[in-house]
């Protein structure tokens, strides 16, 4: 399993069941390529000021598994945001992943938020906010 040095952030709200990915147009595409693949970890910023979200999830991982669709997940545990689901629709999120590195929009944002039919996300998906990729400053 591929494991990268600290990197994107992943902000969890403490009030809702959402959080908010963000990262530079490499980040989001070694992400893309670890949802391709089927498998990835990512240790996660978690010093940065996240408001108004509560806490700094701490890894990413991405699981290849043999199910209907993508469930996303947080361990508040672990700190950890799991996306874990079929190859073919890992693919599906990692193509939106990188059209938010290569938009160039610092306001673009995509939500993947499951619900009941859903094409590639399980109903019960943690919802997560995929905030277009910026470069650093």
């Known amino acids: 399993m591929t494991y990268r040095e600290k990197a994107m952030i992943v902000a969890l709200s403490t009030t ?4 908010a990915l ?3 147009p490499q980040e989001y595409a070694e992400l893309a390529a670890a949802l391709e ?3 990835g970890r990512f240790a996660l910023v978690t010093t940065e000021n ?3 979200y509560g806490v700094a999830l701490e890894t990413l ?3 290849a598994v043999d199910t209907p669709t993508v469930r996303i997940t947080v361990d508040r545990t672990a700190l950890d945001l799991a996306i874990r689901g079929p190859v073919r629709h890992l693919a599906t999120l990692s193509r939106i992943v ?10 673009g944002h995509v939500h993947l938020e499951g619900f ?4 590639f996300l399980a109903e019960d998906s ?12």
């Not at 809702?16 to 959080?19: D, I, K, R």
């Open 16 to 19: 809702t069941n959402e959080a």
């Open 22 to 24: 963000s990262g530079t």
């Open 37 to 39: 693949r089927g498998q």
């Open 50 to 52: 996240i408001a108004p």
């Open 61 to 63: 991982s991405v699981e």
């Open 98 to 107: 990188l059209a938010g590195a290569d938009s160039g929009d610092p306001k």
């Open 116 to 119: 009941e039919g859903h094409d």
């Open 126 to 137: 943690f919802s997560l906010t995929v905030h277009d990729a910026v470069d650093p400053a």
